[in-house]
C-alpha cells in the first residue's frame, strides 16, 4: 500500500491509536468501576462546540438490557457478550432546560443536531481511546441507530436525546480478535492545502487488492473488490430512510 504519513515520532497516544482494532470477542472478566470511572472522566475533557456540552453516555451493565439492545442492532453478540455497553446520545433535553431557566426557548435547527451528533461523537472516540490505553478493547454499533425510539424507550430517554452508537467494552478474548485492518491510501483521505483533484480510482483498486488480500489471509471469501464492490452494494439505495422522520418525532430539527 502507498503511504505518505509514516513517521518515526510517536507518544503513548499515538502508540495506542496506532494499535487501534475492533474488538467484539471478550472474556468473561469484569472491567472495574474504578477504570470504567477513569475511562469517562478522560472522555467528558472531549472539545465540545462553544461548552454546550450537548451529549449523554449511558452506562449498561444489566444483561438483560444488554440482550434486548443487542436485538435493536441487529442481533449482536458482542453487546451481549462485552461487561460493559456505552451508549453515547446527542442530548439537547438538557440544553432546552438550560434555555428555559432565562426564559427563553430552544431553537430546535439542523445546526443543534448535528453539534449534539458532533459531540456524541467526539466524546466517544475518546472513550474508546482512554478504553484501550488501558488495554481494553471495544467496538463501535452504529446499528443502535436501526430503532432510535425504540431504544430510547428502552434505556429511559426524554424527547431530544437519542442513541449516535454504542460501544461494546471489555477485555478482549485476544485468539479471536483479527489482525488490524489496512486503511485506505494516505493520498485519498490527506489532502495538503487544496483538495486533490486527482482521480482516485487507481487508489481505491489498490486498496480492494490490499483489503481482498487481508480477508484471505484469514480465509474469508471476498470479491477482488473488496472494499469499493461491499460500498456499492451497501450504498446503492438510503440507510435507515425512516431515520429523519423519527429523530423529528424523537425532539431533533433536521431542516
Known amino acids: ?45 472531549s472539545p465540545t462546540s462553544s461548552n454546550m456540552q450537548t451529549y449523554s453516555i449511558v452506562v449498561v451493565r444489566d444483561p438483560e438490557t444488554k440482550k434486548q439492545l443487542s436485538v435493536l442492532a441487529g442481533n449482536q453478540q458482542h453487546i451481549i457478550d462485552c461487561d460493559v455497553f456505552l451508549g453515547f446520545c446527542a442530548d439537547i433535553n438538557r440544553l432546552g432546560i438550560a434555555i428555559e431557566m432565562h426564559g427563553e426557548a430552544l431553537a430546535k435547527s439542523l445546526e443543534t443536531t448535528l453539534v449534539s451528533s458532533v459531540d456524541a461523537a467526539l466524546v466517544g472516540m475518546s472513550a474508546q481511546i482512554a478504553a484501550e490505553s488501558f488495554g481494553l478493547g471495544a467496538v463501535m454499533i452504529g446499528g443502535m441507530r436501526n430503532h432510535p425510539q425504540e431504544a430510547a424507550e428502552l434505556l429511559g430517554f426524554p424527547q431530544g436525546v437519542y442513541i449516535v452508537y454504542g460501544m461494546s467494552l471489555g477485555w478482549p478474548a485476544w485468539d479471536d480478535v483479527p489482525p488490524q485492518k489496512p486503511r485506505l491510501p494516505a493520498e ?3 489532502h495538503r492545502e487544496r483538495y486533490s483533484q486527482n482521480d482516485p480510482r487507481p487508489l481505491i483498486r489498490e486498496y480492494d487488492e490490499a483489503l481482498a488480500d487481508y480477508y484471505g489471509e484469514q480465509n474469508r471469501n471476498q470479491h477482488r473488490a473488496a472494499w469499493s464492490g461491499p460500498i456499492a452494494r451497501r450504498l446503492n439505495s438510503p440507510r435507515r430512510p425512516f431515520l429523519k422522520a423519527t429523530l423529528e418525532k424523537m425532539g431533533f430539527n433536521l431542516d
Do not use: G, Y
Open 1 to 45: 500500500m502507498t503511504t505518505n504519513t509514516q513517521t518515526n515520532l510517536s507518544t503513548p497516544v499515538t502508540e495506542t491509536l496506532n494499535r487501534h482494532v475492533s474488538v467484539r470477542a471478550f472474556q468473561n472478566k469484569p472491567v472495574s468501576d474504578e477504570m470504567l470511572n477513569a475511562i469517562l472522566a478522560a472522555a467528558r475533557r
Open 188 to 190: 485519498l483521505v490527506i
